[in-house]
């Protein structure tokens, strides 16, 4: 994709110009420069879900019915259009199709994310939510793969981690938006131009994912927050 750094400006320039939220710019890097689709969600307040829907299930924390995909490629003109129409939404990305998330306690994700880091290993972008969990990026299809690639690294009872995939048909919250009334989530690693369009295979980072997650769930939260990778 032909996205470079002075798109990045551009889009944001654009908003500063035209009076954007910082909800459409956001939407609008997504989309144009990193390839990925959005979609207008719900908000939470006292437990109470924008939806209208009595005992939502998910509240502030799924997409809004009926509304509309915004696709990847949509320029900041677009996504203003299609916005406008459901202002204040979160912001919401399908997964799936640009991108699986392996999804893991926060104290384990934020010890493998130094991990791998010092390791040298591919990284795509990495989320913290406010719920205490962290989402890692990866290559399409991880989610449908992940339990067999934990067997071949030797779990036996890939159900007994704190780790799951999400695959087609599940959706995220993405930053800078509030998730289910919680509190904003949050980067812990920003997409960047080669990351975010080309995310790593999950079995590069799932024995280290897995392992913490495994160390971080016999420690529990409190042993493992205190101590260093």
């Known amino acids: 994709m032909g996205f470079t750094i002075g798109g990045i400006r551009e889009i944001r320039s654009g ?20 390839g990925w689709d959005a979609v207008p969600g719900a908000r939470a307040a006292d ?18 019915e009926f509304a509309p995909r915004v696709p990847a490629g949509a320029t900041l003109d677009d996504v203003g259009r299609t916005w406008g129409g459901f202002p204040g939404a979160a912001v ?29 290993l591919p990284l795509g972008p990495v989320i913290a939510t406010p719920e205490g969990r962290t989402q890692f990026f990866v290559a399409p299809g991880a989610a449908a793969e992940l339990t067999d ?23 995220i919250t993405a930053p800078p938006s509030d998730r289910g009334g919680l509190g904003p989530v949050r980067w812990l690693r920003p997409p960047a131009l080669d990351s975010a369009t080309r995310p790593p295979e999950a079995r590069l980072l799932l024995g280290t994912l897995a392992y913490l997650a495994h160390r971080s769930r016999a420690q529990g939260p409190r042993e493992t927050l205190g101590r260093t990778a």
């Open 92 to 120: 919401m990305l399908p997964v799936g199709r640009a991108f699986d998330v392996l999804d893991v306690s926060e104290p384990a994700g934020r010890r493998a994310l130094a991990r791998l880091e010092r390791m040298g």
């Open 149 to 171: 690639l934990l067997y071949r690294m030797g779990w036996d009872d890939p159900a007994a981690l704190d780790l799951r995939g999400l695959g087609p048909g599940a959706f």
């Open 47 to 64: 437990g109470v879900c924008s939806c209208g829907r009595s005992g939502c299930r998910e509240p502030g924390a799924h997409p809004l």
């Open 15 to 34: 908003a500063r110009r035209r009076g954007r939220s910082s909800e459409c710019t956001a939407v609008a890097e997504f989309t144009g420069l990193w």
